[in-house]
């Protein structure tokens, strides 16, 4: 997985006039937490951070006041629902060999067994165990041919060399139901009541 460097500046000014400062910059503020050590809050440069989180569970190198380097990756994120800039970030420290429990993004190829059944996404996300250098950005599972009622547990998910499931193993994933057969049967017969009407 890609690993990013950020530059950082650690802040002493808290409180939402403080935090209204920093974002009219186009900085973000946010707080490193982890390893038992105090909560270190920081600013962080707004363009860089939303490049970097376009990919899930980014690996963020930050060089903290040109002094530190630290490991992280986001934890929670908070965006302003109107326009979408990012508000605040939390997140978590990590060290190189660790293993960090994260949600992977659950992607899907194939096509449905024909009949217009489908897909629910029960699970969007996949909860695993990692080494918090090397998550996974996604999974990918295959719907192939899958009918009506059939199901893809966290089990039946291949997962990468040293990642494993944070989530019983008879989790439902994905599941297919059935299309709605009495509303079509309904719809075709009004489409053709409307025909007779037009004719």
């Known amino acids: 997985?890609?690993?990013?460097?950020?530059?950082?500046?650690?802040r002493t000014e808290f409180g939402k006039g403080a935090a209204r400062r920093i974002r009219r910059e186009n900085k973000v503020p946010g707080?490193?937490?982890?390893?038992?050590?105090?909560?270190?809050?920081?600013?962080?440069?707004?363009?860089?951070?939303?490049?970097?989180?376009?990919?899930?569970?980014?690996?963020?190198?930050?060089?903290?006041?040109?002094k530190t380097n630290e490991l992280a990756i986001p934890k929670s994120v908070v965006r302003d629902p109107l326009k979408g800039f990012?508000?605040?970030v939390d997140l978590l420290l990590v060290?190189?060999?660790e293993k960090v429990n994260v949600e992977i993004p659950v992607h899907t190829e194939g096509e449905l067994a024909p009949g217009g059944n489908l897909l629910e996404h029960v699970l969007s996300a996949l909860?695993?165990?990692?080494?918090?250098?090397?998550?996974?950005?996604s999974v990918t599972v295959s719907v192939e041919g899958l009918e009506a009622g059939a199901a893809i547990h966290a089990k039946d998910i291949k997962l990468p060399s040293g990642v494993s499931l944070?989530?019983?193993?008879?989790?439902?994933?994905?599941?297919v139901l059935q299309a709605q057969a009495e509303e079509t049967e309904g719809e075709e017969a009004a489409a053709e009541g409307n025909e007779a009407a037009e004719a």
């Open 127 to 137: 909860p695993v165990e990692a080494e918090a250098t090397h998550i996974p950005e």
């Open 1 to 10: 997985m890609s690993e990013v460097k950020i530059a950082a500046e650690s």
């Open 166 to 175: 944070a989530v019983e193993e008879d989790a439902v994933v994905l599941q």
């Open 95 to 97: 060290k190189r060999g």
């Open 31 to 66: 707080v490193l937490y982890g390893h038992g050590s105090d909560p270190v809050h920081l600013t962080l440069p707004g363009h860089e951070l939303l490049l970097a989180l376009r990919t899930p569970n980014v690996l963020i190198s930050l060089d903290i006041d040109g």
């Open 86 to 88: 990012l508000e605040h």
